[in-house]
């Protein structure tokens, strides 16, 4: 293996990515949680996602696709910043 090789650095976009979509999720169900105030029953749940889906005008349905699309879209954005700084960081050497 040369030095140039060696010397690289290595490129943590996914993790960074996956940690900060992780993060994300784990937010949302605490979310769902604070929400269904703690319990764990249906009702509470369905209470909760309906609430949180009410902001965009839906319902539960709706609700879901906003907790879940949330940390979805934040990891893939940490991802392309990521990126991004990493190949400007290499155009600049």
Do not use: N
């Not at 539960?60 to 696709?65: C, E, N, R, V, Y």
């Amino acid at each position: 293996m040369s030095q140039d090789k060696k010397k690289e650095e290595k490129d943590f976009s996914g993790e960074i990515g996956l940690g900060t979509g992780v993060a994300g999720a784990v937010g949302s169900g605490a979310t769902v949680a604070a929400l269904a105030g703690g319990s764990a029953s249906a009702s509470a749940i369905t209470y909760a996602l309906a609430a949180v889906g009410s902001v965009v005008g839906g319902g539960m349905a709706a609700g879901l696709g906003v907790l879940i699309g949330g940390p979805v879209a934040l990891g893939a954005a940490a991802y392309g910043v990521t990126k991004a700084v990493k190949k400007s960081k290499k155009r600049k050497k």
